[in-house]
């Protein structure tokens, strides 16, 4: 995983797997990533080959964090049942979803 | 990895330590086993989701020797379904028929919603030691890209077909011991007539079915503000009542919690008991869990159980404790109801000895006295009141009116009217002073009364023929009237407070002349009757009607039957709320 500063965004990539083994180092690395001037959160789930509902929980965490800002969290080219998960979820108007 | 030929089957089989790192290898291998038997990529992303969560939830919810215990996985691929069976060895919990979402913001709770929204069936077996959840998904593309099928493995079927009996097997045994149980205590509580003693024996039963070292029953009481302890395996174990804060996490104690917040609350070594919780020094440093007992979404009590090694229960003597907790809830609220019944059948059964009481204080006739004539009333309201008339002869030849009014309805009433009716024929030589009578009454009735914080309104009246006039003392009553043949009504107020409300009270008598006059005294139900409307019959329609009896000479049965009218004409059948009796009387040589 890694993170870049690009003005008010924080952009996160580099995502082998969000699951229930690996949720919790990223939350942690996520939010300790946040800077004040951070307004925006981009995860690029394009490299992203599982994730599940604690990788989804730990997304909302990272969401509550950003909106408590003002701003948004956009996910960026998730696989297609990724982003139907997060239909399925009904979370797809928290998140913006960028497709591939 | 095994083919079968005779149902194009393709199985898979892998035993996991409790770990999630091993879950999402274990997801690796499965991706690959279907991809082999050839699943579409989109079958195998939803297959693989629904299998970290299915075996995730069972490395979660896994305490201390449960995860030493291994997960077990078995895939199974037809050219037309694929199922999927995850075994732990958790205790298991309560399967939703639908997996609700939790809120936006909740970052847990939609593994199971995930799990039903991504495959066509899902069936959970909770067994005796062992759960199985079973999940099963018809193929988008049946069979297309099936590998050619080996023979069959008649053993490898065998053992699977094996395996789901044991396991049927063992979730019917602990559920016959359930219903064996329940049956019995069915038949031992028909016949028991102490539920103390039932209590005793089901909590000592329920120990040995279970292993479990110690349970607690409590039941709310204060109106649902508390819980209080009604049943304890240990009877020398005492404990406070354990208050009940609906809104509040009720965080010391896990009964308060469960019956709040109406899910079972576990405690165990890893999410121990708070040393505030009354169940701490019962428990120690063991483990079990509080479980609320719901009828008709009323909560009816908490059944606690546990045990003072760390062994956690078995998903079967789980589901035993919840289902005897359950039995015994709707034991509890059959009984709250058939006391209830109990209750309404006294308080009517109250309501018929109060009726019969009054009843008995009615005279069967009034006394047929020379030169008087006389006619009596008295209608009940629904319910029972103490009012009261009599007419009573005394020794010297005259007549003592009577007339009274118990505050209050149904058998205290009736009871307190007994009293003073039998107080009255007592002391009729008291008669000729009726101030001096209801002194005397007062006097007699005031303890009593004081202490049921209740009254009596009455009048008594002496007809002395030898003086030709009529003495009148009331008690805090409504007047009493006289009507002339020129229709000129007079009100006697005489008198003092009610009695029973001061000590040594004075009662003052007024006279009046018998001749040419018919007199009625009344209780208030006769000018408090009211109509539909609500609207109060009142005082000046009583004196009118006297007044038009008083000019057209009416005897006194006649006038007895136009009051009686003018009830029934005016009320026009609304309820009514109080009772109502009179008298009247009249000289017989006054013309009729």
Redesign the interface.
Known sequence: MRTENRGDTLWITDIQ?L???TYKPFKEYAHGALLPEHRFVEVDLSRSR?????G???L??VH?AICDRGGRVRLFRP???VAE?FK????DH?FEIIPR | MSQNAAIFAETYTRELPCDLRAVAEMCQQARAFFAQAGLIPAEIDAWEVVLAESANNAVNYAIQEQRQLSIRVDLLTTPEWVEVRVTDHTAGFDYPETAELPSDDSESGRGLFLIQSLTDEVRYLRGRKENCLVLRKRRTAPGSAAPPVPPTNTATELQEATRTLDLMTEELSSCYESLAAIFRFSAELQSDSNPESFLQRWMDQLLSITESNWCILRLPQSGGRELRLAASSNRDWRSEPVPLEHGSSNGSSVEARAATQRVDVWFDATSPLSPDDPLANLAGSGCGFAHPLFVNDVMVGVLAAGRHSPVPFEAGQVGIIQTFGDFLGIQIHSRQMQEEQIRTRLNTRDLEIAANIQRALLPERLPSVPGVSLAGFYRSAREIGGDYYDALPTDDGNLLLVVADVMGKGLPAAMFAFMFRSLVRARRDLAPRPGEFLAWLNQNLIQELDRAEMFITAQLAFLDYKRDEIRVAGAGHPPFLSVNAVGEVREIRAGGPPLGIVPGAKFPEETHPLAGSRFLMFTDGLFEARNANGDLLGLEAVKCNLACAGCAAEPCDVIQRRFASLLQEFEQGAPTADDTAFIVMARNDTPK
Do not use: H, R, V, Y
């Open positions: 797997t699951t229930s083994d599982s994730l599940d509902s604690d989804i929980g730990a909302i965490s509550k696989e297609p049942l998960l399925i979820l009904k979370l928290l």
